[in-house]
């Protein structure tokens, strides 16, 4: 099983709240008790936006990464990303 960093907003914490919890360590298959719209694999440059996005939208997201750190590996040695140039 994979480790991954899951950051993903808290219940009913508004819209746009912007105040999100991050859980570090292994993660296990659980069984899901609350509504998830979407789950974001990668919490580099381009997924942190397209969940940031999401979460805007009002839909519940997750964040997953399989990484220590968020944006750590891609979006950190790729400028590609960013700016596509």
Do not use: C, Y
Not at 44 to 50: R, S
Not at 64 to 85: C, K
């Amino acid at each position: 099983m994979n480790s991954f960093n899951v950051a993903s907003q808290p219940s009913d914490p508004g819209p746009g709240s912007g105040k999100w919890r991050i859980e570090t360590g292994r993660a296990e298959l659980i069984k899901v008790t609350e509504r998830i719209d979407v789950v974001v694999i990668g919490a580099g440059v381009v997924g942190l936006a397209a969940g940031r996005a999401l979460a805007r939208a009002g839909r519940e997201v997750v964040v997953l990464e399989q990484h220590d750190a968020i944006g750590s590996e891609t979006s950190s040695r790729n400028s590609e990303v960013i700016h596509a140039g």
